[in-house]
């Protein structure tokens, strides 16, 4: 059962255009969510992340919105970079007890053409 | 500054050995978590230690167990292995256990034959 659903697995953009990955959750006790950035025999580097206390986030090129009334949240680079293009994965964590743990969506794999 | 190290970055092993992956988290982290990333598949979260106590254990067999030694880094075990064990076996670290944000190593990928 998918509690982080990525349901593109692939999109293609022009360089300097936005790129808009998104990600639906099904945990409501879900209060943190993350994106990582993940290249091929590397591991996922972090990107940004937002608490559910908040709609928005941003951080240079990247900005992530959480829509908790709808379980979704989006991550938006603007402009996008040929050096941009990697998997994405989306995650979110839930305290449980006396650890956190992220559960990850499978990833969507952004290309960015110059 | 070292980021996240994991020894071997490749390996290969046959069905029933044992296998020991290892881990150092970034200096002044006192938690590491295991992750399993299977091919087309996001991580998996296996085992999370904190100050060498396990604090939460995923979805795996008891074929798999961990530990953390004093100066925070980790090993993670698989014994009798299987072929579908063959993934890439992913390592993080954070601050401490109620810190979201945790980074990676670069990972050991492991084929069993």
């Known amino acids: 059962d998918q509690q982080v659903k990525q349901n593109s697995p692939s999109l293609s953009v022009q360089e300097g255009r936005i790129s808009i990955l998104n990600c639906d959750y099904t945990n409501s006790m879900f209060d943190y969510f993350l994106w990582y950035k993940k290249y091929p025999a590397e591991g996922p580097t972090f990107l940004i992340s937002?608490?559910?206390i908040k709609d928005k986030n941003e951080d240079g090129r990247f900005t992530v919105f959480l829509n908790k009334s709808a379980k979704h949240l989006s991550l938006h680079i603007v402009p996008s970079q040929p050096g941009d293009s990697a998997v994405y994965f989306c995650?979110?964590?839930?305290?449980?007890?006396?650890?956190?743990?992220?559960?990850w969506g499978l990833g969507t794999s952004l290309a960015v053409n110059p | 500054d070292a980021g996240v190290t994991q020894s071997p970055t490749h390996l290969i092993k046959t069905r029933g050995q044992h296998v020991t992956l290892r881990c150092s988290p970034i200096?002044?982290?006192?938690?590491v978590s295991w992750y399993q990333q299977v091919l087309g598949q996001g991580p998996q979260f296996i085992f999370q230690y904190y100050e060498k106590e396990e604090r939460g254990r995923g979805n795996f067999p008891d074929r798999f167990s961990a530990r953390q030694f004093p100066n925070y880094s980790s090993e993670l075990n698989v014994n009798a292995l299987l072929l579908g064990d063959s993934a890439l076996y992913l390592c993080?670290?954070?601050?401490?256990?109620?810190?979201?944000?945790?980074?990676f190593g670069q990972g050991t990928r492991l084929t069993v034959v």
């Open positions: 993080a670290s954070s601050l401490i256990w109620e810190v979201a944000e945790a980074f």
């Open positions: 937002i608490s559910s």
């Open positions: 200096s002044g982290h006192k938690s």
């Open positions: 995650a979110a964590t839930a305290r449980a007890g006396n650890n956190r743990k992220l559960i």
